[in-house]
C-alpha cells in the first residue's frame, strides 16, 4: 500500500508555545509500507505540556521503529498489538507522572495515534484529540475523554449545547495526569478513497463536517503538496475564526491500487 500524507501545526495567535506533538513516520516492510500517524496535545504550566506532548511521541514513535517490526515478522496478531501499546501507554503515563511528582509539575498529554497496515487501520486514544474517517461525510472514529463529551452521551446535554459548553475543555483522563488510565482501541478495515484525519482540539473546534469533506477527502487531493496546502488553509480559517489553541492536523490518504499514488 502507498499513501499520500501531510501534516500543519500552528502555534496559534495566543499561545507562547506549541504544546501539541506529532509524529508521521512511513516505512518499507516486506507486507508492503506501514504508517503510524500520532498526535499528542500537552497539558500544564509553562513548557511542561510541550514536555509531555514530545515525551509521549518520542516513546510511540521508538516502539513503532523497533517494536513494531517484530510485531510484523511474528504472525502479526491484534491481541499482541493491543496489548504492546497497552504496556507501552502505561510506561509513559508512569513515567510522566513520577517526573511531575519529582519536579512539583501537574503535566500530561492527549494521545491518538494510527497504525495503517495492508487493509486496516489501529488506533490507541486518550483524551480529546480525535481521529476521524473522511469520504463523503466524516465519521468521528474516537471517542472524546471529556466531561461535555461523557453528559452527552448521557443524554443530559444535546450535541448544540456541548458545542457552545464552557467545560469542554474539562478532561476525564489523559496521559500522565493519573496512576491509572484506561485507553481506548479501535480498529476497522480502511475504506477506499478515505482520508484519516488525526487532529488536536485546537483544530476540530471551529472546522464544520462539510469543509473537511470539501478540503480532504480523497478526490480532491493529487499529492503530498496539496493536502498539505489544504491542510495550511483549514488551520488558517479555524484561527481566523477566533480558535485560540495550538492547532495540529495530521492527514493520511492509504491508496488501496499503487496505481493512484
Known amino acids: 500500500m502507498k499513501f499520500i500524507q501531510s501534516y500543519y501545526t500552528d502555534i496559534g495567535v495566543k499561545r507562547t508555545t506549541n ?3 506529532l509524529a508521521l513516520i512511513k516505512a518499507e516492510t516486506d507486507f508492503g509500507d506501514v504508517l503510524l500517524a500520532c498526535v499528542c496535545d500537552g497539558m500544564g504550566g ?6 509531555a506532548s514530545k515525551y509521549c511521541v518520542q516513546q510511540i514513535a521508538d516502539w513503532f521503529r523497533t517494536s ?5 515478522y511474528s504472525n502479526f496478531d491484534t491481541i499482541v498489538l493491543e ?26 498529554t492527549t494521545l491518538t495515534a494510527f497504525l495503517f497496515f ?3 487501520y489501529f488506533c490507541v486514544h486518550v483524551g480529546d484529540s480525535r481521529g476521524y474517517e473522511i469520504t463523503d461525510r466524516v465519521r468521528q472514529i474516537t471517542s472524546d475523554d471529556s466531561l461535555v463529551a461523557r453528559e ?17 475543555n474539562i478532561l476525564l483522563q489523559s496521559v500522565g495526569i493519573t496512576d491509572q488510565i484506561s485507553m481506548h482501541f479501535y480498529s476497522g478495515y480502511i475504506r477506499e478513497n ?8 485546537g483544530f476540530w473546534h471551529c472546522i464544520e463536517d462539510e469543509e473537511m469533506v470539501r478540503y480532504l477527502s480523497a478526490s480532491q487531493i493529487r499529492d503530498n503538496r496539496q493536502l498539505r496546502r489544504h491542510l495550511n488553509y483549514l488551520v488558517e480559517t479555524d484561527m481566523a475564526r477566533g480558535e485560540k489553541d ?8 492509504p491508496c488501496l491500487s499503487e496505481e493512484e499514488v
Do not use: W
Open 19 to 21: 504544546q501539541d506533538s
Open 46 to 51: 509553562h513548557s511542561a505540556g510541550e514536555l
Open 68 to 72: 513494531f517490526p517484530e510485531i510484523l
Open 83 to 108: 496489548d504492546e501499546l497497552r504496556d507501552l501507554v502505561n510506561d509513559i503515563n508512569h513515567r510522566l507522572a513520577v517526573f511531575g511528582m519529582n519536579h512539583e509539575l501537574s503535566l500530561g
Open 118 to 120: 495492508e487493509d486496516q
Open 152 to 168: 452527552m452521551e448521557q443524554g443530559i446535554i444535546t450535541p448544540e449545547q456541548a458545542a457552545v459548553d464552557r467545560r469542554k
Open 194 to 201: 478515505a482520508c484519516y484525519l488525526v487532529c488536536s482540539d
Open 246 to 253: 495550538n492547532i495540529t492536523a495530521v492527514a493520511v490518504i
